[in-house]
């Protein structure tokens, strides 16, 4: 059975760092599409930062880039989403999810893309 359990999230202020965990089982990974995305309040979710099954390529939404950083660590089964600079408008619902055939080029994949999730971790950044 394939589970995703994110991790990580609280409340920082402006400006601070917090790293994301998804620990995957009931599949493998590395040959898996897998993204972070966030849905703020009323607003739609939005693919983050994605990482392309084997290749390991990855991509980022215009308003992170420069401050996040995807990585997928095999042996643990785990991707890692690190938040570095963090701004009130990063303040969402952040999801990992992952697919066995979305294309991750030039940006993330659709939601609807992606097959399998997890229930989310909240992000606050607040002074």
């Known amino acids: 059975q394939v589970q995703l359990v994110e991790s990580g999230g609280g409340l920082v202020q402006p400006g601070g760092s917090l790293r994301l965990s998804c620990a995957a089982s009931?599949?493998?990974?590395?040959?898996?599409?897998i993204g972070w995305f966030r849905q703020a309040p009323g607003k739609e979710r939005e693919g983050v930062a994605c990482i392309s099954a084997s290749e390991d390529r990855t991509v980022y939404v215009d308003s992170v880039k420069g401050r996040f950083t995807i990585s997928r660590d095999s042996a643990e089964s785990t991707v890692y989403l690190q938040m570095n600079s963090l701004k009130p408008e990063d303040t969402a619902v952040y999801y990992c999810?992952?697919?066995?055939?979305?294309?991750?080029?030039?940006?993330?994949?659709?939601?609807?893309?992606?097959?399998?999730w997890g229930k989310g971790t909240l992000v606050t950044v607040s002074s």
């Open positions: 009931g599949f493998t990974p590395k040959y898996y599409a």
């Open positions: 999810a992952a697919d066995r055939w979305a294309v991750v080029v030039g940006g993330c994949p659709t939601s609807a893309d992606m097959d399998y």
